[in-house]
């Protein structure tokens, strides 16, 4: 059964940091690239990053450039998300994704290109 199981988000002040967590299972790790996306109340969803785990791409959104960075630990079949300087717009669920093959930018906006979804973790950030 494949599953990917977020976790790590949480309340947190404005300029704080948190890292999520996105532990998958039941596929070929190392043969998927793996995005992460938030949808806050009311808003669309909106990709923050990909990380492609055959050849290490990596790709940002611009409101995650320098601020927040993915990484990957195949051996744990585990992406990270580091989030610093958080702000109140961040606020939102935010949700891991997986694709069979390669990444690239165009999967921070083609959401049905994904092959499974997470069930998404809660961050706030305060003012």
């Known amino acids: 059964e494949v599953q990917l199981v977020e976790s790590g988000g949480g309340l947190v002040q404005a300029g704080g940091s948190l890292r999520l967590s996105c532990a998958a299972s039941?596929?070929?790790?190392?043969?998927?690239?793996i995005g992460w996306f938030r949808q806050a109340p009311g808003k669309e969803r909106e990709g923050v990053s990909c990380?492609?785990?055959?050849?290490?791409?990596?790709y940002y959104a611009d409101s995650a450039k320098g601020r927040f960075t993915i990484s990957s630990d195949n051996a744990k079949n585990t992406v990270y998300l580091q989030m610093n300087s958080l702000k109140p717009e961040d606020t939102a669920v935010y949700y891991c994704?997986?694709?069979?093959?390669?990444?690239?930018?165009?999967?921070?906006?083609?959401?049905?290109?994904?092959?499974?979804w997470g069930q998404g973790t809660q961050v706030t950030v305060s003012s």
């Open positions: 039941g596929f070929t790790f190392d043969d998927y690239a």
């Open positions: 994704a997986a694709k069979t093959g390669q990444g690239g930018y165009y999967l921070l906006w083609v959401y049905d290109a994904y092959d499974y």
């Open positions: 990380i492609s785990n055959s050849d290490g791409s990596i």
